[in-house]
């Protein structure tokens, strides 16, 4: 089925750093979203997107919907140890429709 | 708050079982899905429903099936279970109005070993 590319798999954050990770497609999607999945947890929702260049921001997170729409990418600044987990980009094609997720990125703490 | 809740968080089955996998939502949701989850595979849809008794073929139907009696509640079913069955299952929820209705609620999960 559809994926979506989601890079980099696996990234090491120290404290105070600001981060990125991005998602691209082949195909357009009408809808971004952006999920963090915590050890043991499913994931839970931190950004959806609905328009194309919208630039959203939750906290110390910011992501924006790509002009082309078929990309988006997720900022999380200042990072903290809580921010560790695997963050899923997912994009949805129409209102009521599945969602297409990336492989996700491992966010982990620098030892 | 919305609260998608799982049958089992662990589970071990040995090959040819058939397994329940059971989730239930409190939202009154029309829509509801199943994933599995694997390492560098992202989440993957096995089947979906958005109403009762409705089901809809995901990315990876091969070895499952659901069913949706209830609103509220939609099992998975490994009918004869293969060790690459083995996986994180999780389920989801969403409603049909709003802004939001693209938005899924996730369940805990259930890791699933096959013996």
Known sequence: GQQLNQSPQSMFIQEGEDVSMNCTSSSIFNTWLWYKQDPGEGPVLLIALYKAGELTSNGRLTAQFGITRKDSFLNISASIPSDVGIYFCAGSKAAGNKLTFGGGTRVLVKP | DVKVTQSSRYLVKRTGEKV????????????????????????????????????????????????????????????????????????????????????????????????
């Open chain 2, 20 to 115: 329940f996998l059971e989730c239930v939502q409190d939202m009154d949701h029309e829509n509801m899905f199943w994933y599995r989850q694997d390492p560098g595979l992202g989440l993957r849809l096995i089947y979906f429903s958005y109403d009762v008794k409705m089901k809809e073929k995901g990315d990876i139907p091969e070895g499952y099936s659901v069913s949706r009696e209830k609103k509220e509640r939609f099992s998975l079913i490994l009918e004869s279970a293969s060790t690459n069955q083995t996986s994180m299952y999780l389920c989801a929820s969403s409603g049909t109005s709003g802004i939001l209705q693209e938005t899924q609620y996730f369940g805990p999960g259930t890791r699933l070993l096959v013996l």
